[in-house]
């Protein structure tokens, strides 16, 4: 893995007008390629660290919801160092960051059993995390437990075409190029499918599953090197 210093010293070379991180405004010939098999073209900011997902988030973060217009309790589960900075800034001591073992959280937590009180919070993001826990309905269920009423979460997961039609998961697989083949990567521990929400509504959210990459434009698309497909699951206490 390059250090985030060597990628800020490539990204001064990467300076152009073609692609722009709409995280940190600022612009580039190309992203940087990213992946850890294939990897992706056009894939990474190396100065905010972003990748697709991240840029798409941000964008409906600040266009869909009133993240940015509003003062609001932030719990960040597995912080992405994208977004911390201008988290932080905007929503001061009321952004908390969570992790089991991220030295960037401010919180050391297991996300099956969240040290904090119920109804704390108005949002809550969980980026790529569900994939990898032993429980996951029990940790979506956390998350709802520490929302307010009304509040609102974004759990995003990856998933791998051909999707299958339930999520499947098997820990009697441990080797980790038998879960790279099985799961889509050595560290993951079940492979998501199209009950997806159906697992997040099981907890008590009402489940929108938001197509904002289809609203948005073609030049928009490859101006900020968004995802082609990526549906963001809005989940409501």
Known sequence: MISPLVLKSIGFFYRGHNVTCPIINRSYRKFLPYGRVNPRPNALCPDSLSLERHRLLWLFLKEETNFFSEKLKVLHIAPEQCFLNKFEERHGENYITGDIESPLAKVKMDIHDIPLEENTFDVAICNHVMEHVDDDIRAMG????????????????????????????????????????????????????????????????????????????????????????????????
């Open 142 to 237: 956390e998350i709802r437990r520490v929302l307010k009423p009304g509040g609102w979460a974004i759990i995003q997961v990856p998933f791998f075409p051909p999707l299958p039609d339930k999520t499947f998961e098997d820990f009697s697989i441990i080797d980790p190029k038998e879960r790279e083949k099985v799961f889509g990567q050595d560290d993951h521990v079940r492979l998501y499918g199209k009950d997806y929400p159906e697992r997040l509504a099981s907890v008590g959210f009402k489940v929108r599953e938001d197509d904002y990459v289809k609203r948005i434009s073609e030049e928009k698309i490859r101006k900020y090197a968004l995802p082609s497909e990526e549906i963001i699951y809005y989940c409501v206490k």
